[in-house]
């Protein structure tokens, strides 16, 4: 019988044969702009085993386990809109809690779509995530930016792509340095925002509001009758109709 090694491959008759995986996937958008250069596709996933948690995080509801999808699935869905889109964008939660998987999904992604530049958020620094094993290294070695560090909501809110100023992008392949200019210019204009709409009245915001962007933002929503959604860890940024 098969039996599953560390880095997630099955030996089979000397062979080394990918395991298919699931991923813990909260859904995607296109195009979403300020997640990385240009207009892309973002790719959210659940869980983050961050701890101690960062303050004022706005993605708490992404905090905890949810329905798995198979890799596949979720890569199918994503080939069409990423003919037209700049790069993949993955966010969370904490994407490097399902390294296996996430590496797993742009292999499969980058089989199927052709040359997609990925970009992976994480609360972990690279120093860490270099030492967390074999997974995450790969994963590392297979995209092209990381954003990392922890969310802090008082380092500032002027740097492009990141969530928090604190925040390093690191472009880790030859051909994201063709963004090194751009990507520690300041982004003056106001952030991109969008609201997306989950279908039976919920609605997500996407991108990371400044600090007053957020003030305006709860009473644009107020004026369309919607209320941050209570999730068991406070209130994220999923809306729901009142
Ligand atoms: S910002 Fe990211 S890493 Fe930090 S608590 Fe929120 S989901 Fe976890």
């Known amino acids: 019988m098969n039996r599953p090694t560390d880095n997630g491959h099955a030996k089979n008759l000397g062979r080394v044969v990918p395991l298919p995986f699931d991923i813990d996937a909260a859904g995607w958008a296109f195009p979403v702009e300020g997640l990385g250069p240009g207009a892309r596709v973002c790719l959210w996933v659940r869980g983050c085993s961050r701890s101690p948690r960062c303050p004022k995080c706005v993605s708490s509801e992404l905090w905890a386990p949810g329905r798995r999808t198979?890799?596949?699935?979720?890569?199918?869905?994503?080939?069409?809109?990423?003919?037209?889109?700049?790069?993949?964008t993955i966010s969370g939660g904490e994407p490097f809690d399902q390294a296996r998987e996430v590496l797993q999904l742009v292999r499969v992604v980058q089989s199927l779509a052709g040359d997609v530049e990925v970009l992976v958020y994480s609360g972990y620094l690279l120093e860490e995530l270099s030492t967390v094993g074999e997974p995450a290294r790969r994963l590392l070695q297979e995209i092209d930016i990381l954003v990392d560090g922890p969310y802090d909501a008082d380092a500032g809110d002027r740097l492009r792509w990141r969530g928090s100023d604190n925040q390093r992008v690191h472009l880790l392949?030859?051909?994201?340095?063709?963004?090194?200019?751009?990507?520690?210019?300041p982004w003056d204009e106001p952030?991109?925002?969008?609201?997306?709409?989950?279908?039976?009245?919920?609605?997500?915001?996407?991108?990371?509001?400044?600090?007053?962007e957020a003030a305006q933002l709860q009473s644009a929503m107020n004026r369309v009758d919607c209320q941050r959604k209570p999730t068991a860890h406070g209130k994220g940024e999923s809306w729901q109709k009142r």
């Open 70 to 88: 198979p890799v596949r699935e979720v890569a199918e869905q994503l080939r069409a809109p990423l003919r037209a889109a700049a790069g993949l």
């Open 191 to 212: 952030r991109p925002l969008r609201v997306q709409d989950l279908g039976g009245g919920e609605f997500r915001i996407i991108g990371i509001p400044r600090r007053g």
């Open 173 to 185: 392949s030859a051909r994201a340095e063709r963004h090194r200019t751009e990507s520690d210019k």
